[in-house]
């Protein structure tokens, strides 16, 4: 009876290994230290300060996660699986928040003090939802509002269904009241609601790629991400990233199976995206996904379908709410450049893109940027080889999309906060990128615990010497 061969080692274990480790401790060292490398950056926003934490809210939060992972690696089915790492999730963003003595004071000053705090006060003021749907423009050129011209109406009618589920509960007549209750509510439900994101994630890996493991592994990556974590109570955090791939999601089974009517409804989920944040428009890049990872012959079919979502979801949106977003847009867009102070020339550009790169991956955690990095680099060289599959042209969308926010988006710095939206497609990416690597079961456990250790511990970190502010 002859032995089984043992399997080779892959070398891209040992040196990813040593490279996260050295990169990820040298960030902590920054943070750990307090030495002012990232403050000097143009435009840094999240400088660095202390923030006490009680140890045991933190404990509370590492144990959570801690189950999350083991359940991850458990063989338990696939629901269950799901269910537990949203409530885990939530419970890491409860604990982290309570851990800085200010119970749930902590989560709500985001929606009392924050610029964003402006929806919520406009909210609780409008007399219902199809009013502020079709006087949209009425209401936020009543006053000199800053963040309201920044968005379209779907995040203020979050913020209003928000309130009206707070009043189900609560009901109140003070306008103040309906405030106070819509902060309480917000604060009790968005964090369980900002890791609802993980389904769509599951089924998008086991459509896009057939391996639903990528999906749960994708999963408990998500929750242990210190933006996820730390910034709580916007809806960048809570709503965008869940609205950016369901699109993607329902297109890539459209084209699966073949269905039109599926495409038709990845285009109006598409255009519901965009009716939340013109920022989620450079999801349109990932709709291109299953027309480039194939030959058949059903493209064309499949983006008249899409586009006709589009521009039914539209047309309307203009019947019935006289809402016109191209002219949305462009009001959008213009408040948003003279807002931020946007210097029109390749300086601007240029230590605008720099920071915006390094504030993202630092927010994210060093962990999952070398080895999102690592993915674009191997599908680079498969596209450019010409052996590309679905996961080389996934990544390659994706940085499509980072190249054309560093060209069009014109933002300086905050992306902490505003590309949040792409990471559920980061971690899905770099858990397929662990799960199918030719290693060991041993060394791919091994692996995935030090990546998971590591984001957790970044979001500490961050948490203690950074925070979001």
């Given amino acids: 009876m002859t032995k089984n061969k043992k399997q080779k080692p892959d070398p891209i274990f040992t040196v990813l290994s040593l490279v996260i480790i050295f990169i990820t401790g040298l960030h902590w060292l920054i943070l750990a230290l307090r030495i002012p490398v990232l403050d000097s950056l143009p435009y840094w926003k999240f400088t660095l300060r202390l923030t006490p934490v009680n140890l045991a809210w933190i404990t509370l939060a590492f144990m959570a996660f801690g189950f999350a992972v083991v359940l991850s690696l458990s063989k338990a089915n696939y629901a269950l699986k799901l269910a537990v790492i949203i409530i885990l999730g939530a419970t890491i963003q409860f604990s982290l928040t309570y851990s800085k003595g200010e119970g749930l004071d902590g989560l709500r000053s985001r929606i009392v003090t924050s610029g964003h705090a402006e929806f919520a006060r406009v909210a609780v003021r409008q007399s219902s939802l199809w009013y502020a749907a079709r ?64 389904i769509p994630i599951f089924f998008l890996a086991r459509e896009l790629f057939d391996d639903p493991d990528a999906g749960i592994t994708a999963s408990v990556i998500y929750i242990s991400i210190p933006s996820l974590n730390l910034i709580t109570l916007h809806t960048d955090q809570v709503i965008y990233p869940c609205l950016a791939i369901i699109p993607v999601l329902i297109a890539v089974k459209a084209y699966r199976k073949n269905r039109l009517w599926l495409a038709f409804l990845s285009g109006i989920a598409f255009y519901g995206s965009i009716y939340f944040s013109f920022g989620l428009a450079v999801i349109g890049f990932l709709l291109l996904l299953p027309i480039l990872a194939s030959r058949s012959g059903n493209s064309l079919r499949y983006i008249s379908a899409i586009a006709a979502g589009i521009v039914l979801s539209n047309a309307c949106a203009y019947f019935f709410t006289n809402y016109n977003i191209i002219t949305s847009f462009n009001e959008v867009f213009s408040h948003h450049l003279l807002w931020k102070g946007w210097e029109n020339h390749l300086g601007t550009y240029w230590s605008a893109g720099v920071t915006d790169i390094i504030e993202f991956s630092v927010w994210i955690g060093m962990p999952l940027t070398i080895l999102f990095l690592t993915c674009l680099g191997l599908s680079f060289r498969k596209i450019t080889i010409g052996r590309s599959d679905i996961f080389s042209i996934y990544n390659g969308l994706i940085a499509a999309i980072f190249l054309f926010m560093l060209a069009f988006g014109k933002t300086k710095a905050e992306t902490a906060r505003l590309w949040l939206l792409l990471v559920p497609f980061i971690c899905l990416s770099v858990a397929k990128f662990i799960v199918e690597r030719p290693w060991s079961k041993r060394d791919q456990t091994l692996f995935t615990c030090l990546i998971l250790l590591l984001e957790i511990g970044t979001t500490f970190l961050t948490l203690h010497y950074q925070d979001f502010n």
């Avoid at 707070?166 to 917000?186: C, G, H, K, M, S």
């Fill in 135 to 198: 006087n949209y423009e009425t209401i936020i050129n009543s006053k000199a509002y800053d963040y309201l011209p920044s968005k379209p109406p779907g995040t203020l009618l979050f913020y209003m269904l928000t309130d009206r589920a707070a009043q189900f509960f609560w009901p109140a007549v003070d306008q103040y009241i309906r405030l106070e209750n819509l902060r309480t509510f917000a604060s009790i439900t968005w964090p369980v609601i900002s890791y609802l994101v993980v």
